[in-house]
């Protein structure tokens, strides 16, 4: 059943992606439904590890009981780049909807391949930014997710990814047994390499993950199951005593008042204040700066409001679209400035030529002297027997400059 309901919300988001695609860009249904699928190496690597794990479990033994096995997501992996699925969010950044389900499962199948999310790194606040990039990207292929949206699916990658190491731990590791032995006995599980199985026999096999992963003494499981019964039934002692309270609290408060308010005054009287870093009862991903911004101690650095964030990317959008006036507006100013340069430049020479043209007018209506007054007065520059100045060197023209267009001697 529920995989027939997620091949018809898929079939229902692809139809709805086509009508838009057919309204935009005015392509017939039938064009539409006529492509190839293309998919990265990076997603095929996710598809096969996928597939292995599902026939380990499936093959374990034939005489057990047939289970389903693991969660591969085979429809939404084989979707079209162009046709992505759009998920909802809740005021506080949670998904929400009929895609969460399917948003969750996916991003399961991705933190249980060790080709992206290695379980050696141990500690998934160790987990390189480049294999969180790619566990990233392959989410946005698949579903159409904002970008401030980020924090939540990683965060929801490393809580799959934890359950995932729990669940290896549980169904494969044996502390009474060597390394060697256990992997003579059985096969290495669930796909890992062998480098990632040593690296996590050896830390659980240390006293620290010993320590971390030891079991509860009687005392403590008698106080642990003092606190709540099976199966989600109601809650005894000192919960059902502050719930009472907490009912009392609610009742001798003033009409006038907000509901909300009093609601959040009751609870943090008889429950005591927030942990720091995650907010009670509202589920996964709702941080205190987002429900409570105001009792935030640092609020400058926290974002005030949900909503800041569609605000932001507006903002952002704008401040691009002005930058690119911005550039197109200086590179027509530089051309104008190279235009105005280039003008000048002319002008420059034109008023070169005219000076060297009025000069050369001057020299040629001064009177010519005749031989014998040569003979009788000789320059200093014949008495030197210098050459005479030349007209070209001193004013920077030449008569054939001049007949050429006017340039000056380089």
């Known amino acids: 059943m529920a995989n027939k309901r997620m091949r018809k919300l898929i079939q229902n988001s692809q139809r709805q992606s086509r009508r838009e695609e057919s309204s935009n860009r005015g392509v017939d249904d039938e064009n539409e439904s006529q492509y190839t699928t293309s998919h990265s190496p990076l997603e095929i690597q996710n598809e096969e590890v996928n597939e292995q794990v599902e026939n380990v479990v499936m093959s374990s033994s034939q ?83 904002p970008n401030h949206h980020r924090r939540v699916i990683i965060q929801m990658m490393g809580v799959a990814w934890r359950r995932w190491r729990t669940e290896v731990k549980a169904t494969s590791y044996n502390s009474n047994t060597p390394l060697e032995e256990l992997v003579a006995i059985q096969p290495i599980p669930h796909g890992l390499t062998p480098q990632t199985w040593e690296v996590l026999y050896n830390y659980w096999k240390s006293t620290e993950s010993q320590e971390n992963g030891r079991k509860s003494s009687r005392i403590e499981i008698q106080q642990l199951s003092r606190r709540s019964r099976k199966k989600g039934s109601a809650t005894i002692d000192d919960e ?60 400058s650095i926290y974002w005030q409001d949900y909503h800041s964030n569609s605000d932001l990317a507006e903002k952002f959008n704008e401040m691009r679209e002005k930058i690119k006036d911005m550039e197109l507006r200086e590179a027509q100013r530089q051309t104008k400035i190279e235009q105005m340069k280039k003008q000048m430049q002319e002008n420059d020479q034109f008023q070169n030529f005219a000076r060297m043209a009025a000069m050369f007018a001057n020299i040629m209506q001064q009177p010519v002297p005749s031989p014998a007054e040569e003979d009788r007065y000789p320059s200093e520059s014949v008495l030197s027997h210098e050459p005479l100045v030349n007209f070209t060197a001193s004013v920077g023209f030449s008569v054939a400059n001049i007949c050429n267009g006017f340039e000056p001697v380089q």
């Open 63 to 145: 005489s057990q009981q047939r289970k389903r096995g693991k969660t591969t997501m085979r429809d939404i992996h084989a979707l079209h780049p162009d046709h992505v699925l759009a998920v909802e969010f809740n005021e506080r950044g949670q998904p929400y909807g009929d895609l969460q389900p399917m948003l969750a499962n996916f991003i399961g199948t991705i933190a249980r391949n060790g080709l992206v999310l290695p379980l050696h790194f141990l500690d998934w606040r160790k987990m390189p930014t480049n294999r969180l990039n790619d566990a990233w990207k392959l989410v946005t292929a698949r579903f159409y997710i």
């Open 240 to 299: 059902a005593i502050r719930i009472e309270i907490v009912d009392r609290l609610l009742q001798d408060k003033p009409e006038a008042t907000q509901p909300l308010e009093v609601h959040e005054e009751a609870f943090r009287e008889v429950f005591g204040p927030e942990h720091s870093g995650w907010v009670r009862c509202l589920g996964a991903c709702a941080l205190p700066s987002q429900v409570f911004p105001e009792q935030c101690k640092r609020s």
